[in-house]
């Protein structure tokens, strides 16, 4: 495993309960700006049981990404998120941005 997905999984599983954060803001806090597709195919790859993949969605809130979207909205839901089909509502609310 490269430092970089070492990162990325660590800070996937610093991603509080409730709250979401885009492929490119775990990017960014990963070193790399503009590897957000590195992320997904991380993520994608990854196989580390209990790590919250749910709770990292695309830009401007959408789901995006995830084998099963109807999981990852009941996941979030369950979380207390309100999400519609594509999207989690009041997305700039529940963005965690790692602080």
Do not use: C, Q
Not at 10 to 19: A, D, E, K
Not at 62 to 71: A, E, T
Request: charged share 20%; proline share 7%.
């Amino acid at each position: 495993m490269t430092p970089f997905e070492k990162k990325v999984l660590t800070i996937v599983s610093r991603i509080p309960p409730g709250r979401v954060t885009t492929y490119g803001d775990v990017a960014r806090m990963a070193g790399k700006p503009r590897a957000a597709r590195a992320v997904g195919n991380i993520m994608r790859t990854a196989d580390r049981p209990g790590l919250p993949y749910h709770r990292v969605i695309a830009a401007s809130g959408r789901l995006g990404g995830y084998s099963s979207l109807s999981l990852k909205r009941s996941l979030l839901s369950a979380e207390g998120l309100t999400v519609s089909p594509g999207r989690v509502v009041g997305f700039a609310r529940v963005h965690w941005k790692g602080n």
